[in-house]
């Protein structure tokens, strides 16, 4: 196991409140893990994006089923890019909305295209591509 390296951060009072208020929230014990936990997401992001080999991440899309000519055009998008999706679940939220969760693998840069393309189209009212590792980058 590495030795464990202590370092100050400058931040102000009120700052610092804030940060303690939302860590608080999120039941961590203590600042030191929190500010790990930063650290990793954006060591994450950053190799992810820079990543000349095949990543994995996540896309959850929130939509109105209604729209209409929706579904047809998120199923085209999926069976054209079907080598980048591993999986998908699909969970209905009420009597118009659903969510569906797909599982993305893939080059970075086709990974967020087929995100960009999902989330843009019409009726999907919100989306989100989290980028995730192997866990062999973190220590």
């Known amino acids: 196991m590495e030795k464990t390296i202590r370092f100050s951060v400058s931040i102000s009072p009120?700052?610092?409140?804030?940060?303690?208020?939302?860590?608080?929230?999120?039941?961590?014990?203590?600042?030191?893990?929190?500010?790990?936990?930063?650290?990793?997401?954006?060591?994450?992001?950053?190799?992810?994006?820079?990543?000349?080999?095949?990543?994995?991440?996540?896309?959850?899309?929130?939509?109105?089923?209604?729209?209409?000519?929706?579904?047809?055009?998120?199923?085209?998008?999926?069976?054209?890019?079907?080598?980048?999706?591993?999986?998908?679940?699909h969970l209905h939220i009420d009597e118009h909305m659903c969510m569906e969760i797909l599982a993305l693998k893939g080059m970075p840069k086709e990974i967020r295209e087929l995100a960009d393309r999902l989330i843009s189209c019409r009726g999907v009212k919100h989306g989100k591509l989290v980028m995730s590792t192997t866990g062999k980058e973190i220590t």
Do not use: C, P
Request: glycine content about 2%; proline content about 0%.
């Open 14 to 89: 009120d700052l610092l409140k804030k940060f303690d208020k939302e860590i608080k929230a999120r039941a961590y014990t203590n600042r030191s893990r929190a500010v790990r936990d930063l650290i990793v997401n954006f060591i994450v992001e950053r190799e992810w994006e820079r990543s000349e080999t095949e990543v994995m991440g996540s896309l959850t899309l929130l939509y109105d089923h209604e729209t209409r000519g929706l579904l047809k055009k998120l199923i085209e998008i999926q069976h054209e890019r079907h080598e980048n999706i591993a999986s998908t679940m």
